[in-house]
């Protein structure tokens, strides 16, 4: 029903000339599903307190719930005689439902509420449809949808990633707001949270790392007070550009976390020398933004000034994480040998800082439409590294678009790092054996089968003229035989 509903939208939006691309695409259908999903968790709430013998009042009332002007309704059916359409549709939205939305954000009890998040939401957002007759249509193919239990919410948010993931492949922009789920998933299960610790990502993108982690914690929530723990006191992230964050925060409450905890601010105007103990995380996992060129002052919050967006997310995370706390950070793999003097200077802090113990080796293409290769770094904050267990991860095919990485191409690298063994695609590195001056932890694979040594340019010209010789001597016999 729902991957109906969502192929009916995209052919409306198709149509749309406000909709230009899979990034506008994503944003716009975004906000209608979440006030239909409001709408239907309102009425969950209001279900329950009359169980419950207690009063509800709804967050979105009057002329603005979504029964009164997005699907309004006489005898449970649908009134188009009521329904707004055409210009008149569109002036509501622009002029009076994102204005009454947005306001939530001024009277709003505090920043931890769903009226701050929808306040926040729609004061980024704008409406792009200009036709009034197409958003009509989106609007009664969603209200079609109902999102009244675990399983419709878990349906509609694996249909949401895939839309998400999409809106990655669709250029530069929207790739750097999507990290493939199955490596996010690996990355979790080693690092493994447990219930009642804080899990951090200051480059949120849209809270693919949040929202798998609840995933992977949420069967494990037995009590009600564990429930809320999981709900408002375990996920936090940041995020600075618009979009990525609105779609970060609409993410999360389609995977079911109500009131994400989630800020929009640059993580990197943070002078990392004025983190505190009470604003460090059990759990960071991240994908930060590769290159970038980032400006002098914001440079000067960190010890190790650079350019290099991940590098300072790098050192941000290092001083973000708890003593004791573990950490997966995806980077691009030149990090581990590039010689200029902040490259070795972050190795070295990393390793005195944290305990390094894995390196996992990314094939190209795990990032679709990325030219670089990466690594993901797994490291605990506390005593200094000792050895590094690196495993090359070789999925046996080519990835690409329409063959992108799978849980089970990594199942043997989460099963094998729990006692980080040698073998063909895995080996250790001790500390000790480490350059002193450079720190470089270049992936050099010493099981890996020996390549056979290429031939020498002689060599291969005189098999040449061999074969030419004995190529002319044939030919030269046929010729006899005539």
């Not at 709408?39 to 207690?54: F, Q, S």
């Not at 509420?113 to 036709?131: D, H, Q, V």
């Not at 951090?200 to 929530?221: H, I, M, N, T």
């Not at 003097?341 to 070295?348: E, F, G, I």
Request: charged share 25%; glycine share 8%; with cysteine.
């Amino acid at each position: 029903m729902y991957d109906a509903a969502f192929n009916r939208i995209e052919r409306e939006l198709r149509n749309e000339e406000g909709v230009a691309n899979e990034l506008d695409y994503v944003e716009q259908t975004s906000w209608v599903l979440f006030l239909k999903y409001l709408h239907d968790l309102e009425n969950e709430r209001r279900d329950r307190a009359e169980l419950d013998g207690t009063d509800y009042s709804p967050i979105i009332i009057g002329p603005y719930a979504w029964d009164q002007w997005a699907a309004p309704k006489t005898d449970g059916q649908f009134d188009h005689n009521k329904a707004r359409i055409g210009e008149d549709l569109i002036k509501f939205v622009d002029g009076e439902l994102f204005l009454y939305l947005a306001s939530f954000r001024q009277s709003a009890t505090g920043p931890r509420t769903l009226e701050y998040k929808i306040g926040e939401i729609f004061t980024e957002l704008r409406n792009k449809f200009r036709s009034g007759y197409i958003l009509r249509d989106v609007l009664e193919t969603v209200d079609e949808l109902a999102f009244n239990t675990q399983a419709e919410r878990h349906e509609l948010s694996q249909l949401y990633e895939t839309r998400i993931r999409r809106m990655g492949n669709a250029g530069r922009n929207g790739g750097e707001y999507y990290t493939p789920r199955p490596l996010i998933r690996a990355m979790i299960k080693v690092t493994d949270p447990k219930l009642g610790e804080t899990i951090y990502d200051g480059a949120v993108g849209s809270a693919g790392f949040l929202c798998e982690a609840f995933d992977y914690l949420r069967p494990k929530a037995k009590s009600a007070s564990q429930w809320e723990t999981l709900q408002r006191d375990t996920f936090f992230g940041q995020e600075k550009k618009g979009l990525a964050y609105i779609i970060g925060i609409m993410n999360m409450i389609l995977h079911g976390i109500e009131t994400p905890n989630l800020i929009h601010s640059n993580t990197l105007n943070e002078n990392v020398m004025d983190i505190q103990e009470k604003d460090r995380r059990d759990i960071i996992l991240a994908n930060p933004p590769f290159g970038g060129g980032e400006r002098r002052e914001v440079q000067q919050n960190f010890p190790i000034r650079t350019g290099e967006t991940a590098y300072l997310f790098l050192q941000h995370f290092i001083r973000k994480l708890k003593a004791g706390g573990r950490a997966a950070v995806v980077i691009k793999n030149t990090f581990l040998s590039n010689t200029d003097n902040a490259s070795v200077a972050l190795r070295k802090e990393l390793m005195e800082a944290a305990e390094l113990h894995t390196i996992l080796d990314c094939p190209q293409g795990t990032f679709q439409g990325a030219g670089v290769k990466t690594v993901v770094l797994f490291f605990e904050k506390g005593a200094p590294t000792r050895d590094i267990w690196y495993y090359q991860l070789d999925p046996g095919r080519s990835l690409g678009k329409t063959n992108p990485l799978n849980d089970g191409d990594l199942a043997d690298f989460v099963a094998l790092q729990r006692t980080r063994p040698n073998g063909p695609k895995s080996w250790i590195v001790n500390r000790a054996d480490l350059n002193e001056d450079t720190f470089d932890l270049s992936v050099k694979n010493p099981n890996a089968p020996e390549a056979e040594a290429l031939r020498s340019p002689e060599a291969i010209i005189t098999d040449m003229l061999a074969r030419d010789a004995e190529t002319a001597q044939i030919l030269e016999d046929i010729r006899g035989m005539l």
